[in-house]
């Protein structure tokens, strides 16, 4: 529905993405039809990346809904602005050079997939470029962390529905707000999540090293009983 902004400072994800995106999108829409795009699942969709990326650091600037007509019919897309402390807006970087920059990346686009699944307007159709740059990303750092990508995808999505759980009261706040109005401004962000309970990104990217590093000994123990052998 979107394409959020951290991904055009993270060099090669989003062409990875599209790639991957373009190749799946015909399958997709052969067997699940056009993404109906209404206007509550855009506001849902936003407001999932907005209370996501405030969630885990990020600095909301805003997030506006707009109408299209494609192909005869009114669809609804959105933006959201965040940015994460830190990071220089501009600043290119890679998936090797920054991993946990890429990493947040990878969960803030798959957020608003996962705040239309809160409401239950999620469409197989729907952000196919998201759910792919968020898999790239993933399929990068799997090598870098030394896990399997299929954890990291995991992680991502479990790490989304933390976030939207422990604040569905702000993302229904930011839904409902998106949905009448139209566009979140800094001043309302500021006033719709001041309530809203943060957590330590920090915390996170700990957890991903320590499954690495128990990888790394449980195949470094196989090994030495190998060579014991």
């Given at each position: 529905?979107?394409v959020i902004?951290?991904?055009?400072?993270?060099?090669?994800?989003?062409?990875?993405?599209?790639?991957?995106?373009?190749?799946?999108?015909?399958?997709?829409?052969?067997?699940?039809?056009?993404?109906?795009?209404?206007?509550?699942?855009?506001?849902?969709?936003?407001?999932?990346?907005?209370?996501?990326?405030?969630?885990?650091?990020?600095?909301?600037?805003?997030?506006?809904?707009?109408?299209?007509?494609?192909?005869?019919?009114?669809?609804?897309?959105?933006?959201?602005?965040?940015?994460?402390?830190?990071?220089?807006?501009?600043?290119?970087?890679?998936?090797?050079?920054?991993p946990d920059?890429?990493?947040?990346?990878?969960?803030?686009?798959?957020?608003?997939?996962?705040?239309?699944?809160?409401?239950?307007?999620?469409?197989?159709?729907?952000?196919?470029?998201?759910?792919?740059?968020?898999?790239?990303?993933?399929?990068?750092?799997?090598?870098?962390?030394?896990?399997?990508?299929?954890?990291?995808?995991?992680?991502?999505?479990?790490?989304?529905?933390?976030?939207?759980?422990?604040?569905?009261?702000?993302?229904?706040?930011?839904?409902?707000?998106?949905?009448?109005?139209?566009q979140l401004?800094?001043?309302?962000?500021?006033?719709?999540?001041?309530?809203?309970?943060?957590?330590?990104?920090?915390?996170?990217?700990?957890?991903?090293?320590?499954?690495?590093?128990?990888?790394?000994?449980?195949?470094?123990?196989?090994?030495?009983?190998?060579?014991?052998?």
């Open positions: 529905m979107n902004g951290p991904f055009d400072n993270l060099q090669g994800v989003n062409t990875i993405g599209r790639q991957m995106a373009a190749a799946d999108a015909e399958r997709v829409l052969g067997e699940h039809g056009a993404d109906p795009a209404t206007r509550p699942q855009a506001a849902a969709h936003e407001a999932g990346h907005v209370i996501v990326a405030y969630t885990y650091g990020a600095r909301i600037s805003g997030a506006r809904l707009r109408k299209y007509t494609a192909n005869g019919r009114v669809v609804w897309l959105g933006q959201s602005h965040h940015e994460l402390p830190g990071r220089a807006s501009g600043l290119r970087t890679t998936a090797e050079e920054d920059y890429a990493f947040w990346c990878a969960i803030v686009a798959f957020a608003g997939i996962a705040g239309e699944r809160v409401k239950g307007l999620h469409h197989p159709a729907s952000s196919i470029d998201e759910k792919f740059m968020s898999a790239a990303t993933c399929g990068l750092l799997a090598p870098i962390w030394g896990v399997p990508v299929e954890l990291l995808a995991h992680t991502v999505e479990s790490l989304c529905s933390e976030a939207l759980s422990t604040n569905r009261l702000q993302f229904e706040v930011v839904q409902a707000h998106l949905n009448q109005i139209g401004n800094k001043s309302a962000a500021r006033r719709l999540l001041a309530r809203a309970q943060r957590f330590c990104f920090g915390d996170a990217i700990d957890c991903v090293k320590r499954i690495s590093a128990a990888r790394f000994h449980s195949d470094a123990c196989r090994t030495e009983r190998e060579v014991l052998v």
